[in-house]
């Protein structure tokens, strides 16, 4: 039986699946030459991450496809409910790559705060020639220990993201329409924990408190911070985004960084990708990576793995 990864595996992924009798193939097939290469060589199940997307004509044009499979966590580029109709299996790996998502949400911050996105662009330009400049227009940063960081979407991601934030001496609040009340379990690396209780609030309410804001929520059809909630939040405050590109108001962000109402935004999604907007990528107090989130080591192993038990377990239940 034949896997296609088209958006790739990890080496531990490929080989627990080859352990179990699969021939993975890991070439990389245009959109459009999809549905003739998988027909052709008899594909079986079909891997994406976010390259590749799985829409009707692809899940009606191969009959013989059994699975198909997200490494990671959304799934909007794949038509979901239409393959599952049609009797397709469709899997995913939501908790796989929450902690490195988690990790980027903070090394944006941790940077953020100290002004590195713009001292590692202005350092190589003139860290020479103007060093005591550059050194008195970065000597006002903050530390992250007793700041409050809201967080919106509180599902696997957010959770560790309120892990890191906890263990740093944040104040966490977080608002999700669909926990009431959550544990974040604070692990340390000799064993032990603690369990801190929060209780979920509004949107309005975290927008007002938080001097950070940042977003784990799946795509959405309407913003979920336009111009209307960047009002509300405190002024010098920074926002981060490394959920779904659309969920931000770019151009209403833009427009509160110029303005000074925020002081900086962290994003690593976005509305129009792989081609985000350049006044975006031009603004000065925005630190940013080319959605990298689920993107370690360590994450992409978790997820090829996963994905494989996912695909034996399937299989030998229908056999």
Known sequence: MKVLANDGISQSGQQALEANGFKVLTTTVAQEQLINFINTEEISVLLVRSATTVRKDLIDGC??????????????????????????????????????????VFAHLFGAVRFLYD?????????????????KAYAKGHE???????II??????????????????????????????????????????????????????????????????????????????AMMKNGAGIVNASRG????????????????????CLDTFENEPTPAVQVLMQPNVSLTPHIGAATLEAQDRIGEELAQQIVAILKASH
């Open 63 to 104: 009959p013989n496809l059994k699975i198909i499979g997200r490494g990671g966590v959304g799934m909007d580029n794949i038509d979901v409910d239409y393959a599952r109709n049609k009797g397709k299996h469709v899997i995913n790996t939501p908790a796989a790559s929450s902690a490195s998502v988690a990790e980027l």
């Open 119 to 135: 001292s590692n662009r202005n350092m190589p330009l003139d860290g020479d020639s103007q060093f005591g400049k550059l050194k």
């Open 153 to 230: 979407g509180f599902g696997r991601i957010g959770n560790e993201v309120a892990k890191i934030a906890l263990g740093v001496g944040m104040k966490v609040i977080v608002s999700d329409k669909y926990v009431n009340e959550a544990s974040v379990q604070v692990e340390f690396y000799n064993g032990q924990f603690i369990n801190v209780e929060i209780q979920s609030q509004s949107v309005e309410s975290i927008l007002k408190e938080a001097d950070f804001v940042t977003l784990h929520v799946p795509a959405q059809k309407e913003y979920v911070i336009g111009e209307k909630e960047i």
């Open 144 to 150: 992250l220990r007793g700041k409050t960081l809201g």
């Open 246 to 265: 659309g969920v931000v108001d770019e151009v209403a962000l833009v427009q509160a960084l110029n303005s000074g109402k925020l002081a900086f935004a």
